[in-house]
Nanobody, 124 residues
Framework: QVQLVESGGGLVQTGDSLRLSCGAS????????VGWFRQAPGLEREFVSA????????AYADSVKGRFTISRDNAKNTIYLQMNSRKPEDTAVYFC?????????????????WGQGTQVTVSS
């Protein structure tokens, strides 16, 4: 079992930056990829970004490429999502998820463990 807790959400202005954190606990000794997903009201959950266990490989949705950066500190069991140049359409509940794999899945169905989510609101 891996437990995940997101933090860092809040209200920001358009163009501002925000960093989300995802703290992992439990059986973190196994290699696991971590993904960030988001869900806006009335919309389906969508992939945002993911990072492999080693941190060497990352993936981003086209909508956030160049604005968001994912990173991880395995010594602290924490994964970060730095969000710059925020837009109102980035408003959503952001979830982190873990998949016990050395690959880099983009589908939420491949992630077994999920956090409760953190609300991010970008005002125009």
């Amino acid at each position: 079992q891996v437990q995940l807790v997101e933090s860092g959400g809040g209200l920001v202005q358009t163009g501002d930056s925000l960093r989300l954190s995802c703290g992992a606990s439990g059986r973190t000794s196994r290699a696991y990829a971590v993904g960030w997903f988001r869900q806006a009201p009335g919309l389906e959950r969508e992939f945002v970004s993911a990072i492999t266990w080693s941190g060497e490989t990352t993936a981003y949705a086209d909508s956030v490429k160049g604005r968001f950066t994912i990173s991880r500190d395995n010594a602290k069991n924490t994964i970060y999502l730095q969000m710059n140049s925020r837009k109102p359409e980035d408003t959503a509940v952001y979830f982190c998820a873990a998949a016990v794999t050395v690959l880099l899945p983009r589908s939420g169905y491949e992630y077994r463990y999920w956090g409760q989510g953190t609300q991010v609101t970008v005002s125009s």
